[in-house]
Nanobody, 123 residues
């Protein structure tokens, strides 16, 4: 069982930066692939970034590639999402999620989800 709690969201101007954190409970954090998804108002949840438990490799949605960086600190049971050059279209609730799969972009493959943190980017 894994419990996830996100933090770090807020209001920022376009071009600014935020760093999201996701703290996980449990002793086996290093065995889970961790990802960030986001959901804007009236839209479906979409994949943002993932970091594999197996080899630490990462994958990003095209819309955030080059601007966002996902990382993990296994001893601290925490995954991060550094977001730079933010755009108004990045406005959404950001959720972290955990899976035992090696790496996946599919929300249905994730069994554990946090409640989310709101990110609002003003123009």
């Amino acid at each position: 069982q894994v419990q996830l709690v996100e933090s770090g969201g807020g209001l920022v101007q376009a071009g600014g930066s935020l760093r999201l954190s996701c703290a996980a409970s449990g002793r086996t954090f290093s065995s889970y692939t961790m990802a960030w998804f986001r959901q804007a108002a009236g839209k479906e949840r979409e994949f943002v970034a993932v970091i594999s438990w197996l080899d630490g490799t990462t994958d990003y949605a095209d819309s955030v590639k080059g601007r966002f960086t996902i990382s993990r600190d296994n001893p601290r049971n925490t995954v991060y999402l550094q977001m730079n050059s933010l755009k108004p279209e990045d406005t959404a609730i950001y959720h972290c999620a955990a899976t035992v799969a090696v790496k996946s972009r599919t929300p249905g493959n994730y069994g554990y989800w946090g409640q989310g943190t709101q990110v609002t980017v003003s123009s």
